[in-house]
């Protein structure tokens, strides 16, 4: 249990940041000016935050390339301290620094915890024709014993933790990071033309499917369309009809406006110049080293005592 002492540093630092962002937006608590959802936005909320964060000005290979690093380190060190104070770390650097709506936050942080849940089932439960003595839960039925080991339970906590640790380093790129400077880096790191201009058109035919449904959804609902379940099931049906070919259509407006702008197949952004600060690297080296640190120190396997 001393091991979590180690969890101290990250934990304090995300409260100091939360108390100082607090503070200075004090006056803001009743007049909220946020970036997150709206009413309209839809689906491309993702992209709002990132154009509103506050560390949207750091250098774009910096962000990307500490958020690679800080997932290899989850995925490599396996490490539940190490994991955790990863989580608590990028929270401080996208809520506090980049002061993202912390509700909204742990809302994006909700998304894949359902398939994490979904994932781990198999490997937290057990099943057995008769009770073990040393099991967590032995959960009897007709045909047997759904049982939970201390060492199944480890495994589903690590799983947990690498997990989270991973997915909270790919938000705090994504969501201080444009989709165009992640794929200007994806250029500079000499990644094919073909296959980034793929990535960008996929990227954007998506969020246009996706905005698509949403408005047509709210149409339906503005007209009473999910009041009941035989009228909830003809608007899905409706929309889910209608759906691909409106896709399209906007889909057609999207390319005509592309080659209204002399597109000839090579996709150009402009690039704003981002040097990088002393301010950014002491961000970025000194967690990293405390990580590395923790790691070192905490090194026997998966250390989390059941």
């Known amino acids: 249990m001393i091991y979590l002492l180690w969890l101290l540093p990250p934990l304090a630092v995300l409260i100091a940041g939360g108390i100082r962002k607090s503070w200075i937006h004090r006056h803001e608590a009743h007049h909220h000016h946020g970036f997150g959802h709206k009413h309209g936005e839809g689906t491309l909320s993702i992209d709002m935050y990132a154009y ?11 962000k990307i390339g500490y958020g690679i690093l800080l997932l290899l380190i989850c995925l490599i060190s396996n490490d539940p301290y ?5 989580i608590f ?3 401080f650097v996208t809520v506090c620094l980049g002061e993202l709506d912390a509700d909204h936050y742990i809302g994006l942080l909700g998304i894949p915890l359902a398939f994490m849940i979904a994932g781990s089932i198999f490997i937290l439960f057990n099943f057995s024709r008769t009770p073990f003595s040393n099991a967590l839960v032995n959960i009897p039925t007709h045909w047997g014993y759904v049982i ?14 690498k997990a989270f640790g991973a997915i909270s380093a790919m938000y705090m790129m994504s969501l201080s990071t444009m989709s165009n400077e992640i794929f200007g880096v994806l250029r500079d790191a000499h990644c094919p033309k073909l296959i980034i201009e793929l990535m960008n058109m996929m990227y954007r035919f998506i969020f246009i499917l996706m905005d698509t449904q949403h408005k047509m959804k709210n149409s ?8 009941t379940l035989k009228r909830g ?3 899905f049906g409706s929309t889910a009809s209608n759906l691909f070919l409106v896709s399209m259509k906007r889909g057609t407006q999207f390319y005509d406006a592309m080659e209204a702008r002399c597109y000839n197949g090579d996709l150009r952004f402009f690039e704003e110049k981002k040097p990088v ?7 970025v080296i ?9 790691w070192v120190m905490t090194f026997q396997g998966v250390n989390i005592n059941v």
């Open 52 to 62: 509103h964060s506050k560390i949207g000005d750091w250098n774009p290979k910096l």
């Open 82 to 86: 190490v994991s955790f104070g990863i």
């Open 89 to 91: 770390y990028t929270f």
């Open 148 to 161: 939970i080991t201390p060492q199944t339970a480890k495994a589903t906590v690590n799983l947990w933790c």
């Open 220 to 227: 339906a609902e503005s007209r009473l369309g999910y009041t």
């Open 233 to 235: 099931i003809y608007s």
């Open 277 to 283: 600060t002393k301010q950014q690297l002491f961000w």
């Open 286 to 294: 000194v967690p990293t080293a405390y990580f590395v640190l923790v």
